[in-house]
């Protein structure tokens, strides 16, 4: 087992690009967010928040058409395009790939996704990893048909231990140690890189392994990782490196925590987080 590297300040701020003086709205960061079902509408719109919050330009959403009218009442900063069923179809996939805006960078797919036909989920997955579109997967994406796809791809897989099982058929060990060889040895085998979360997060790929404890219990409230997917899209919209990427949407996404619970104790909502993004981030902006 090698060796993990903890996160700080000092490292996350070697993985978030310089933004430059000159640039026009689109270079720093197209993101797709495809997610939601009726009775989870709200998952799609913090990850989308998310990934504009973390200094995304455009945000493309991508939702249920019964969820359409209130996701766009949610954030006039969002670009709602209904798919053309209630669930992920096949029909939904193919005209969905044919909206999509030019120049496409990265991609959150899942949260919250009602899934009709696994096959169509596949075929999108494909379809965005041939435009050379970077991925976060998380939720109902992470499916084992899904690891053959994105072998060796710029995608980052999100899991929980239980979606951990799901999608790599492997328990998770309560032990940090035990946890970080797992994720290892999967990250190795798949040749992706994973983001398991938890009260420490542990991300590696092939080659290097990152933890970070977070001590944020406030942050076991839904919709947290929803904003984490979120984050890792609008990273990997900038900062092509998958592992660097998920690094630092993880450590901001606790930094946020880290300020919400400060703030409110243990009675945040993952709305909260939203707001503490641009401030836990500032610090590392930079332009050129």
């Known amino acids: ?21 000159a640039s026009r709205k689109g270079d ?10 009726y009775v989870y509408h709200g998952a799609p719109i913090l990850s989308s928040l998310a990934a504009l919050r973390c200094g995304t330009d455009l945000v493309y959403t991508a939702v249920p058409k019964t969820n359409a009218a209130p996701t766009r009442a949610a954030s006039p900063d969002l670009i709602v395009i209904p798919l053309a069923d209630q669930k992920l179809t096949r029909g939904a996939v ?27 989920l596949l075929r999108l997955v494909e379809s965005l990893l041939d435009m050379d579109v970077r991925l976060s997967l998380d939720a ?18 999100t899991p929980h231990a239980g979606e951990f099982k799901r ?9 940090e140690s035990g946890r970080i060889r797992i994720v290892q040895e999967c990250a190795k085998k798949n040749h992706i890189t994973i983001l398991l979360k938890g009260s420490t997060d542990v991300i590696s790929d092939d080659s290097t392994t990152f933890v970070h404890q977070k001590k944020t219990p406030a942050m076991t409230v839904g919709g947290t990782g929803d904003v984490l997917s979120g984050l890792v899209a ?7 490196n998958p592992l660097e990427s998920a690094a630092a ?40």
């Open 28 to 37: 720093n960061g197209i993101v797709l967010v495809l997610g939601g079902s």
């Open 167 to 175: 999608i790599f058929g492997i328990d998770v060990p309560g032990s």
């Open 140 to 157: 109902s994406a992470l499916v084992p048909e899904m690891l053959p796809l994105i072998s060796g791809t710029n995608t980052v897989v």
């Open 249 to 288: 949407a993880a450590y901001i996404n606790a930094l946020a925590g880290e300020a919400v619970q400060k703030r409110l104790g243990l009675h945040m909502t993952a709305s909260d987080l939203l707001d503490e993004i641009p401030t836990v981030m500032k610090p590392f902006d930079n332009i050129t």
């Open 1 to 21: 087992m090698m060796a993990a590297k903890e996160l700080s300040s000092s490292v996350v701020g070697r993985f978030i690009p310089a933004r430059k003086s």
């Open 234 to 240: 609008g990273m990997l919209a900038k900062n092509r």
């Open 94 to 120: 193919v005209k969905l790939l044919g909206v999509l805006p030019h120049g496409l960078h990265s991609a959150a797919i899942g949260m919250g996704l009602a899934v009709a036909e696994r096959g169509a």
